[in-house]
Antibody
Framework: QVQLQESGPGLVKPSQTLSLTCTVS??????????WSWIRQPPGKGLEWIGN???????EYNPSLESRVTMSGDTSKEQFSLKLSSVTAADTAVYYC???????????????WGQGILVTVSS | DIQMTQSPSSLSAPVGDRVTITCRAS??????LNWFQQKPGKAPKLLVF???NLQSGVPSSFIGSGSGTEFTLTISSLQPEDFATYYC?????????FGPGTKVDIK
């Protein structure tokens, strides 16, 4: 049973860079069957997909955040990371990492999630 | 981006009721539609993938259907543990997008 766990600072100052890591246990980020995503949820609001990284290290980002987002992976540690630069209060949210299972039909679905980490942007 | 809408935004129903949530996409997404359940303070949980496929371990009372632009999630008999917020999500094209959610409360 794969498990995902987010880690990183819970408080970031405006204009700085938010950095989070997701550690995967019970699975491998280099498996060809999965992509690895970051999703966020502002308090009391809905879900927003930030982007993903695949087994070869290729990334795809939400155009709404693309200019500020960088994702990377470390297969030796079974970790993948998110960096979001120039943060503002609007970036305050619970950040989730999730496994994106590639389905045979060409679709995909988020079948495993971390517990989430609240990141507050405030001075 | 593909826009997802859900109706109703909230509903109240008693235990044992049959409830249906509708999700609509701004363009055809074939069957690339997933449903999630989220309880307060918890991560979303996958219920149904590819419109009608029940995720392993999810009760058969959850039924997904639809294709193209209109989809439904039906709970055939509402149980106390089903009170939560439900989200649809399209995986047809990036950026992946979610519906705004439907909150299901106890009546």
């Amino acid at each position: 049973q794969v498990q995902l766990q987010e880690s990183g600072p819970g408080l970031v100052k405006p204009s700085q860079t938010l950095s989070l890591t997701c550690t995967v246990s019970g699975g491998s980020i280099s498996s060809g069957n999965y992509y690895w995503s970051w999703i966020r949820q502002p308090p009391g609001k809905g879900l927003e997909w930030i982007g993903n990284i695949n087994y070869s290290g290729s990334t795809e980002y939400n155009p709404s955040l693309e200019s500020r987002v960088t994702m990377s992976g470390d297969t030796s540690k079974e970790q993948f990371s998110l960096k979001l630069s120039s943060v503002t209060a609007a970036d305050t949210a619970v950040y989730y990492c999730a496994r994106d299972h590639l389905h045979g039909s060409g679709s995909s679905y988020f079948d495993s999630w971390g517990q989430g980490i609240l990141v507050t942007v405030s001075s | 981006d593909i826009q997802m809408t859900q109706s109703p935004s909230s509903l109240s129903a008693p235990v044992g009721d049959r409830v249906t949530i509708t999700c609509r996409a701004s363009q055809s997404i074939s069957s690339h539609l997933n449903w999630f359940q989220q309880k307060p303070g918890k991560a979303p949980k996958l219920l149904v993938f590819a419109a009608s496929n029940l995720q392993s371990g999810v009760p058969s009372s959850f039924i997904g259907s639809g294709s193209g632009t209109e989809f439904t999630l039906t709970i055939s008999s509402l149980q106390p543990e089903d009170f939560a917020t439900y989200y649809c999500q399209q995986s047809y094209s990036t950026p992946f997008t979610f519906g705004p959610g439907t909150k299901v409360d106890i009546k």
